[in-house]
């Protein structure tokens, strides 16, 4: 049924990655465990609206949620395909009023070339993580903020443009510190060694 459905929407906006990630859960086959990860954070992403997550999870996440919100746009609440699917993919049933009721409406007036989430990376965070021997081991993970746009939150985009302008103003005093630097050696003259004659 699928396939008769996919070709008559159009292309989500959000960049879909070539290599599934293998999201996990322990005691779950490596397949199912991936597709219950996926609904777990599509349903808590439409009751929330923004959450924080490992940013593999949000990136694989992203385009499952976007064509999800494209099919209640899309179809409606009186479509059996998307009625389907989102009783798949939502696991609490609550959320599917809230979508066709709450959601739709303001994705209805947003335009159709734009995507209707928003990924931002944040710092990396280091947590502990399972260790057999009972060693404390650190492990370095890639965080990132997943939301739906349009949310009752205060927007994350000042707060990147900031780190970005940041980052650009540190770089470019690192660079200026280190012409300085090397203009004060080239300035400083070599003493001549004086040969001591005898």
Known sequence: MSHRIIPTLPRIKATVGHIPQRLKIPNVPTQRARLEVLRQIATRLV????????FNRAEEARPYVERLIQLAVFRGKDDAYAMEMMNWWLLEKDLITKMFQLLVPRF??????????SIYRLPNMR??????????????????VLELKGNPFP????????????????????????????????????????????
Not at 108 to 117: I, R, V
Not at 156 to 172: T, W
Request: charged share 40%; glycine share 2%.
């Open 47 to 54: 009751r929330e609206e923004r959450c924080e997550l490992k």
């Open 108 to 117: 209805e007036k947003m335009p159709h070339d734009e995507p209707y989430t």
């Open 127 to 144: 947590l502990p993580s399972l260790s057999l021997n009972g060693s404390k081991k650190y492990k370095q993970y890639e965080i990132a």
């Open 155 to 198: 927007s994350i985009q000042p707060l990147e443009e900031e780190r970005l302008a940041q980052l650009k103003k540190m770089s470019l005093e690192f660079v200026g510190a280190n012409d300085l630097k090397n203009k004060k050696v080239e300035q400083i003259p070599k003493k001549n060694k004086v040969s001591k004659e005898k």
